[in-house]
């Protein structure tokens, strides 16, 4: 049972350059999240999923996009990179969306600067 | 809007007992959960609130009261372990979810 786990650990883009963060889940979890962490802020929603085919913007979705095609993997794609997206990059699952007792588990994180 | 205010940095002894406050203003409030992460970690869960009062488990225990918009996680017998950043994150249906900065708790022998 490996949990959650994201892919790549750190990357270095070129402004307007475009990639993919990877994170899948083993947990058989319907509610899929991510979340962007910044310096001095606390970790930001960008969009989110409760269930395969069904996703949500966050607070903070300009720039990225998410499609949920399996209960085990939720792509975030950055479409042109930019110096303002550096940031570390989490990736959560759980099975009600972290309301009451039910735990959030995050994955390790993927650290990505835009050059 | 929507805000939660947490203080920066704690530092405590350890052994000792550190109170960690969170206050929040939102709309349609759910509930209030604690995180720790460790420097360079991922975020895991340590406790939620939704009713008045205070939750314990083991050393940790986190108290909210909804009428002031406040809760803090307290944190006994402290460990150097213990030494991470805490943040709290409060649910609700205006925002779905909103995480605080974090406190950075050091903690000294």
């Known amino acids: 049972n490996a949990g959650v786990t994201q892919t790549p650990k750190f990357q270095v883009l070129k402004t307007g350059q475009s990639m993919t963060l990877q994170c899948a889940q083993d947990?058989?979890?319907?509610?899929m999240s991510w979340y962007r962490q910044d310096p001095g802020m606390g970790l930001r929603l960008i969009h989110y999923?409760?269930?395969?085919?069904?996703?949500d913007q966050g607070e903070v979705p300009n720039g990225y996009n998410v499609s949920r095609s399996t209960t085990e993997d939720f792509p975030l794609r950055l479409l042109s990179a930019a110096p303002s997206q550096t940031s570390v990059y989490f990736c959560?699952?759980?099975?009600?969306?972290?309301?009451?007792?039910?735990?959030?588990?995050f994955g390790p994180g993927t650290r990505l600067t835009v050059l | 809007g929507q805000s939660l205010e947490q203080p920066s940095e704690v530092t405590a002894v350890e052994g000792a007992i550190v109170q960690i406050n969170c206050t929040y203003q939102?709309?349609?409030?759910?509930?209030l959960s604690w995180y720790q992460q460790h420097d360079g970690g991922a975020p895991t869960f340590l406790s939620y609130?939704?009713?008045?009062g205070l939750e314990e488990t083991g050393r940790f225990s986190s108290f909210l009261s909804r009428s002031d918009s406040y809760g803090y996680l307290l944190l006994q017998e402290l460990q150097m372990k213990d030494s991470a950043s805490y943040l709290c994150?409060?649910?609700?249906?205006?925002?779905?979810?909103?995480f605080g900065s974090g406190t950075r708790l050091s903690i000294r022998p």
């Open positions: 999923s409760v269930g395969a085919g069904i996703t």
């Open positions: 939102t709309s349609g409030f759910y509930g």
């Open positions: 959560a699952s759980s099975t009600q969306g972290g309301y009451g007792t039910d735990t959030q588990y």
């Open positions: 609130n939704a009713l008045d």
């Open positions: 994150a409060v649910y609700s249906s205006a925002s779905k979810i909103i």
């Open positions: 947990m058989n979890h319907e509610y």
